[in-house]
């Protein structure tokens, strides 16, 4: 049995917990930071066999997990937590000698960790650095994880895979670019990130309610042609763009040709049966196993329910690849499916 700090998105830990519950027998699971992030033992699985089999079927709400290597108790003292870390980095000495690692600090807002997530990590660099260790943020070999709770300092130490993100917490963070036309494109950003599918590879996409043209733009900018469906006007600057054609029309007054388009995606704010209903009608104007990044919000009061039924649903016309709750998923989840032959 292993112990692991998880983390969903803030309202949705229960559902986190539910979808483990059903997957693994005989795991345990306790609250830390209410609606977000909670402990759970793997129960009769080795951690090391508990994280394989949730890389191979990943569930939709869980974003995060580190290994807890030791729980030391929290006092408050700035002294005795920056041993307690100096400590755990020590103990690691001959995995992390001549390696990268990268610090993640988080803490609960009950907590009385005395450090910042920055001061934190500054109070253990240099010691990784005295045992021979890289410091970095991003693309390390190592992550050295550390949660501090109300009344404990949780740590682990890990690789960046097996913590299903190498984000602090699983929170994905980009660029603000200045001119950004909506943060609706950190979604579409994220998705290209989590379901490891390269936007440039596609040629010509669908956009369904494109305005004011978020997702529209990430597509623009990977070089993919874009078909905007949506009767609301878009952003000024994307209208001279050449690979740009914008229908002002409602998602459900469109058509095209059989196997038009290579991507369809869709990030429209209506009830999710009336989404799936218009992408369904939709699927034949893309071509075979032409892919597609969907947005269904969760209107209802059982989302897991609801998410089962649409899959069902989309299944028709569609396979389903991954269903996943994005960091930048509010109450609604992202899917990618791929058009069936």
């Known amino acids: 049995m ?14 986190a917990m539910e979808e483990l519950r059903r997957s693994f027998s005989g795991i345990q699971q306790s609250g830390l930071a209410p609606g977000e992030t909670f402990k759970v033992s793997s129960g009769p699985l080795p951690g090391s066999e508990w994280i ?46 001549g390696t990268t690692v990268a610090v993640q600090v988080r803490k609960s807002q009950d907590s009385p960790f005395p450090f910042s997530s920055a001061e934190g990590r500054d109070a253990v660099a240099p010691t990784l650095r005295e045992l021979g260790a890289e410091v970095a943020a991003r693309d390390t070999k190592w992550i050295l994880s550390v949660y501090a709770a109300k009344k404990s300092l949780f740590m682990g130490l890990s690789r960046p895979e097996d913590n299903l993100s190498d984000w602090p917490g699983g929170a994905v963070r980009f660029r603000r670019e200045e001119g950004l036309i909506s943060r609706a494109a950190f979604k579409l950003l994220e998705a290209e990130k989590a379901f490891n599918l390269p936007l440039k590879s596609f040629v010509n996409a669908l956009d369904l309610g494109a305005a004011p043209g978020g997702w529209t ?60 209903r218009i992408v369904s009608e939709l699927a034949p104007a893309l071509s075979a ?53």
């Open 2 to 15: 292993a112990d692991f700090i998880a983390t969903a998105n803030p309202g949705f830990a229960p559902f």
């Open 52 to 97: 394989e089999l949730l890389k191979k079927k990943e569930p939709i709400f869980l974003r995060h997990v580190f290994p807890v290597d030791q729980e030391t108790e929290l006092t408050g003292s700035p002294e005795e937590t920056a041993a307690a870390l100096v400590r755990f980095a020590s103990a690691h000495a001959d995995k992390l000698k």
């Open 217 to 276: 733009s990430v597509l623009l900018d990977r070089g993919v042609k874009v078909t905007a469906v949506d009767p609301a006007e878009m952003d000024e600057s994307l209208l001279l763009n050449p690979h740009l054609r914008h229908i002002r029309k409602n998602a459900a007054e469109v058509s095209f040709a059989p196997g038009s388009f290579d991507l369809l995606v869709c990030d429209m704010s209506w009830d999710p049966h009336h989404t799936c």
């Open 289 to 341: 196993g032409a892919s597609g990044i969907i947005t269904l919000k969760l209107m209802y009061r059982k989302p897991m329910h609801t998410i089962q039924d649409l899959l069902q649903e989309y299944k028709k016309h569609f396979e389903i690849r991954k269903v996943k709750q994005l960091f930048h998923n509010r109450e609604e989840v992202t899917i990618w499916v791929k058009r069936r032959p």
